[in-house]
């Protein structure tokens, strides 16, 4: 059996509602969750697919399906962000890429680039 419920979407200033289908399951487990961190399901929702755009589109990043500028694009972040977000999380940032030489480039200068023997 299945329960369905709606999620907001906010997409350039308009919001659009998904239809999800979760079986029952699923469901106990986000109302845990929801419950234990006293917000609303829609919020909930939401950081869940924040959460998991992040791995899916790190994932991809490691298996160089994305450059780190297209990464940052989909994550709707800058560069740098992306990139102190790869280190946090320990993961080897391709520094032969043009664009984190150009991003060096832009933000030490290109003594940077030069110096790191990139």
């Keep these: 059996m ?17 239809t999800v289908r979760l079986s029952r399951r699923d469901l106990e487990r986000v109302e845990a969750v929801r419950d234990l961190e006293n917000v ?15 791995r899916r589109v790190t994932r991809l990043y490691r298996k160089e399906r994305l450059t780190a500028r297209r990464a940052a694009e989909i994550l709707g ?3 740098r962000e992306f990139l102190e977000m790869l280190e946090r999380e320990g993961i080897p940032v391709n520094w032969d890429s ?21």
């Design 2 to 18: 299945y329960s369905v419920f709606f999620v907001e979407k906010v997409m350039l200033g308009k919001s659009t509602v998904i």
């Design 77 to 79: 972040i800058p560069l």
């Design 40 to 54: 609303n399901r829609s919020t909930l929702l939401k950081e869940f697919i924040e959460d998991g755009l992040r």
């Design 98 to 118: 043009e664009i984190v030489k150009e991003y060096l480039r832009t933000r030490y200068g290109e003594s940077s680039v030069a110096s790191s023997g990139i």
